[in-house]
């Protein structure tokens, strides 16, 4: 695995041989400390990947366009979250799963969150607080940057958040001096976005970059 540059979550390992995490993770530093080896930095996106694939793809009954989908706004929403900190310190496994049971919810995919941390050997709560934050980041980033902003809430950025991402993707690929060929490197152009969100008071947007939002939100009301 480390050959191949891939993840492999320690707590995957523990299931299959049936170990305690912090035994087996003793017995790893003791390894890697005695062979003087650096692993490769923890690649949380490419965790969300395997896992989605895995336990949600392959046991679904959802289309390919679906699946792609999700995976498309899942590590977008990663990305948001690396450039937001909400990352730092914490338990990559539970971030995974809190942004899988989003997309999926999002996309109308039926997953139990207690069901796919039970199966990733993490802590339902923690899931749970990290899938708080996602959907209140969202309404943050809504309520500044959308213009019926302050109707949106934890309770309905679900309905929001397909126009939340579209408007963060559209701001991140903003710079015409760049061309972004991969999402992947779409995560590297979000700090600008970062500082927008944050700044309640965004002087550089013109009226015409909501004019798409405007639109469908003015026929959803009709409709």
């Known amino acids: 695995m480390r050959k191949a540059n891939k993840c492999l979550p320690l707590t995957s390992v523990c299931n299959c041989v049936d170990c305690d995490s912090y ?14 080896l650096r692993l490769p930095d923890f690649d ?12 949600i793809g392959c046991k679904s009954n959802i289309s390919k366009d679906k699946l792609a989908r999700m995976v498309k706004q899942g590590i977008f929403l990663l990305q948001c979250m ?20 989003f997309v999926c919810e999002l996309n109308e995919v039926e997953v139990r969150l207690e069901d796919l941390a039970s199966q990733l050997n993490v802590a339902a709560g923690t899931c749970k607080l ?12 809504a309520r500044v940057h959308l213009p019926w902003g302050n109707d949106v809430s934890v309770k309905n950025i679900i309905k929001n958040a397909p126009i939340v991402i ?21 995560g590297m152009d979000l700090d600008g976005l ?18 798409d939002f405007t639109y469908n939100r003015s026929q959803d009301s009709t409709n």
């Not at 035994?23 to 003087?36: A, W």
């Open 166 to 186: 579209q408007y963060m993707e559209m701001k991140s690929m903003c710079n015409p001096a760049k061309q972004i060929k991969t999402l992947e490197e779409v």
């Open 130 to 141: 990290r899938y708080k934050e996602i959907l209140k980041r969202l309404v943050d980033v």
């Open 44 to 55: 949380i996106v490419g965790l969300f990947d395997r896992v989605i694939k895995e336990r």
């Open 82 to 101: 690396i450039k937001w900190y909400v990352t730092i310190g914490r338990r990559p496994v539970p971030v995974v799963v809190a942004v899988i049971v």
């Open 23 to 36: 035994e087996l993770g003793r017995m790893v530093y003791r390894v890697i400390d005695h062979l003087d």
């Open 194 to 211: 970062v500082v927008d969100c944050l700044n309640k008071g965004d002087e550089n947007l013109s009226i015409e970059d909501y004019t």
